[in-house]
Each structure stands twice: as structure tokens, then as C-alpha cells.
């Protein structure tokens, strides 16, 4: 007998297709942008679909949520001319030819790849209890494979620092009605709370630091669209040691590691939880700050080089 | 099938029709507002009714608090979104 589900799984499969052309093949911006928000929500669901939450949350915060607001900002400052009805034909040619090569090039990795069923299951699951956490994705984050989360910490970093070098257009806020002060008394302790709890949930369940920081840093973006925190120039130090410090503490964590296992980011024996809920945290605020950072920008001053 | 089970089922088909019914609304009224109105009272009343259903069957107090959590943000998030369309549509149209 096939799965019920099955009616599901291809509904979507099918959706997550039209939707992905429909976005790609819109001339408007906007509605580009609303349709790969879409694409993040149905990816979402595929990834709950594939038993991996971790993933889906990630997706749902960041895939959908943070990239649609900071699609949206980038939007919002482009003097946006609707795109011309039919591209070059040597660009579509060539962008074709590309796409092909990566789909055979996907298509061979999945025929060769040796047995799709096990992964790396068995091998996180024998060494979970030196973990210090019980949610094997965290495990792997923030432990085993805890060198990969340390250069992705880097590549934000290094993107908030191309931001903030190049410099954006202020944002344009207009005054939201009476009712926003009231929803942003709502959201963002609420915001805060959740941020907390998630991050508390990644030791052992779905949750974690970076799905926190998509909740917490959308909190931020509230209170910016608010008016109730207008970041001035002279907090700029502030805002950037906050951003930087996520980086900076996991670096600071990988070389106290060094010295007291003598192997980089093997945090001592009995202790990895606290370490791993220390660096996590840190990870939590600055991603966050980053975030909204990222979505705010920065005015370049004048009369610098 | 349990009490609590038939119940749930059937909440969760109430609030299916009313996302249905939004849904309906929004393919075929012809302006903004008229277009808000139907996809706002969907989304909350839908979504509450499937909180709702999803609640009962789970027979757990702290799923349910977070469902019921769940509902309120999407409500709040929805009538403010809502609201703030709408602000902006009027604006444009004067």
C-alpha cells in the first residue's frame, strides 16, 4: 500500500517548482521577491516532509523571513525601472548551459553516492554522550563539526563588513498608524522570550543559536520600523562590537580549547555543554545584531576616503 | 475513533474551510480592501479553529499553551499586517 502522504509530497514538489519558475520568470521585482518568500515557506514544509525540523525552522526564520526583509530594504533603495521583456539571448544561452551542467553534475553525485540510507547517523549517534548536548544537530554544529559554524560566523561577518564599507541608502521610515506601538509592545518582549527559548531547546530538541537570532533580530527590525530605536552614528562602536562579538568569542573559544585540550575547538571533557551554551548565546545576541544590521545599513560619511 | 479525536478532526475541517473561504476571497474580490477583509478573518479564524483541533488531539497542556501562542502572534501579526496595507493602499489612492 502507498503512503497516504504521498498526495502531499507531490503537491508540493510540484508547488515548490511552479513557484520557483513563477519567481523566475516575474519582471517585477517585488513580485519576485514575494514569490521566493513563498518558496522559502514551501521549502520549509518539504524540509518537516524530509524529518529534518532543524532545517525547516532555519529555513522558515532565515530562508523566508530575514532574506524576504532584507530583499524587501535592498527594494526599497533601488530606483527600480521595470526589467526590459526579453533578455540577451546569449546570456540565457550561457545561464542554460550552466544550469544543465550543475543539475548532471547533481544528478551523478546522487547515482555514486554510496549508501544514501545510513549518512552520518551511526557514527554521531555512538559518540552523542561526549557530546554534552542530546540534540544530535547541535552536536554536529557546535561540537563535532563546529570548525564549519565558526566559518560561517566568519562569511556574515565578512558580508556585514562589505555593508558597512560600501555604504547604503538610509532607510526610508514612515510614520505606521497608532496601531504599531501597541503591536511592537506585543512582539518584541514576546520576540525576546521565544529567542531565549529556542536557544534553550536546541541542546535537545529543534532550536539553536542561529534560529534564535533570526527571531530576536526581527525583534530589532520591529523596533527600527518603529521609530523606537533610531541607531545613531555615535552607537556605531557599540553595534559593532555587538556584531563582531559572536565571531570574536567563538575565535576566543577555539583557542581556549587549544590550550587546555591541545586540539582547536575540542572543548574540555565534562564541560562541552557549558561551553557550547556559552559560545551559543554569544553566537544568539551577535547574529541578531548582525541581522538587523544588515538590514539597516550604513550611511557612508563624507569627506573620508 | 475517540471523543477527542472527532472533535479535533473537526474543528481542523472548520478551519480548513474558512482558509478555503479566504482564499475564494482573495482570487475574486476586486480591490484591495474588500481582498483584506476576507484573507484577515481566514487566517485568524481558520488558523485559530486548526490551533484548536491540533490542541485537543495532542491531549498535552504545554503544546497546547504553544499552539495557543502560536495562533495569538499570527493573529496580531496578521491584523497589524493587514492594517498597515491597508494605510498604505488608502494613501496611495488620495
Request: hydrophobic share 55%; glycine share 12%.
Given at each position: ?34 514569490l ?19 532545517v ?90 563546529s ?66 537570532a ?10 527600527i ?67 538587523a ?13 | ?21 479566504g ?18 478573518k ?53
Amino acid at each position: 500500500m502507498t503512503d497516504p502522504w504521498i498526495v502531499f509530497d507531490v503537491t508540493l514538489a510540484v508547488g515548490l517548482l511552479a513557484v520557483a519558475w513563477l519567481s523566475l520568470a516575474s519582471r517585477d521585482a517585488f513580485r519576485m521577491i514575494v514569490l521566493f518568500m513563498m518558496f522559502g515557506l514551501l521549502a520549509s514544509l518539504g524540509w518537516v516532509r524530509l524529518n529534518a525540523p532543524d532545517v525547516a525552522l532555519a529555513e522558515a526564520a532565515v530562508g523566508a523571513g530575514i532574506t524576504g526583509a532584507l530583499l524587501l530594504r535592498t527594494l526599497s533603495a533601488l530606483r527600480h525601472e521595470p526589467k526590459e521583456p526579453s533578455t540577451a539571448l546569449p546570456t540565457a544561452f550561457i545561464a542554460g548551459v550552466l544550469s544543465l551542467m550543475i543539475t548532471t553534475a547533481l544528478v551523478v553525485a546522487f547515482i555514486l553516492a554510496p549508501d544514501l540510507a545510513t549518512g552520518y547517523d551511526r557514527d554521531v549517534g555512538a559518540r552523542m554522550d561526549q557530546s554534552g548536548v542530546t540534540n544530535p544537530v547541535t552536536a554536529v554544529l557546535l561540537n563535532f563539526r563546529s570548525y564549519d559554524t565558526l566559518l560561517e560566523i566568519v562569511v556574515l561577518a565578512a558580508a556585514l563588513t562589505i555593508v558597512l564599507m560600501l555604504g547604503s541608502k538610509p532607510i526610508a521610515l514612515r510614520p505606521l498608524g497608532p496601531l504599531f506601538v501597541p503591536f511592537a509592545k506585543v512582539i518584541v518582549p514576546v520576540s525576546i522570550i521565544i529567542a531565549g527559548y529556542l536557544l534553550w531547546l536546541g541542546a535537545s530538541r529543534p532550536g539553536g543559536a542561529f534560529q534564535a537570532a533570526a527571531v530576536l533580530g526581527a525583534g530589532g527590525i520591529v523596533l527600527i520600523l518603529g521609530r523606537h530605536y533610531d541607531p545613531q552614528e555615535r552607537h556605531g562602536g557599540m553595534i559593532r562590537l555587538i556584531c563582531a562579538i559572536g565571531l570574536g568569542g567563538f575565535v576566543l573559544a577555539a583557542i581556549g580549547a587549544q590550550i587546555l585540550t591541545g586540539d582547536m575547538l575540542r572543548y574540555p571533557q565534562g564541560q562541552e555543554k557549558i561551553w557550547i551554551i556559552i559560545i551559543e548565546a554569544t553566537l544568539t545576541v551577535s547574529v541578531a545584531a548582525t541581522l538587523a544590521a544588515l538590514f539597516v545599513g550604513a550611511t557612508r560619511r563624507e569627506g573620508r576616503p | 475513533m475517540s471523543w477527542a479525536e472527532l472533535l479535533g478532526v473537526g474543528l481542523m475541517g472548520l478551519g480548513a474551510v474558512f482558509f478555503v473561504a479566504g482564499t475564494v476571497g482573495i482570487l475574486r474580490f476586486p480591490d484591495v480592501f474588500s481582498r483584506l477583509h476576507a484573507v484577515t478573518k481566514a487566517d485568524n479564524l481558520g488558523l485559530g479553529l486548526v490551533a484548536a483541533g491540533t490542541g485537543i488531539m495532542t491531549a498535552d497542556g504545554f503544546v497546547a499553551a504553544k499552539l495557543a501562542l502560536v495562533w495569538l502572534l499570527i493573529a496580531v501579526s496578521g491584523a497589524i499586517g493587514g492594517h498597515l496595507i491597508a494605510r498604505h493602499a488608502l494613501r496611495d489612492k488620495t
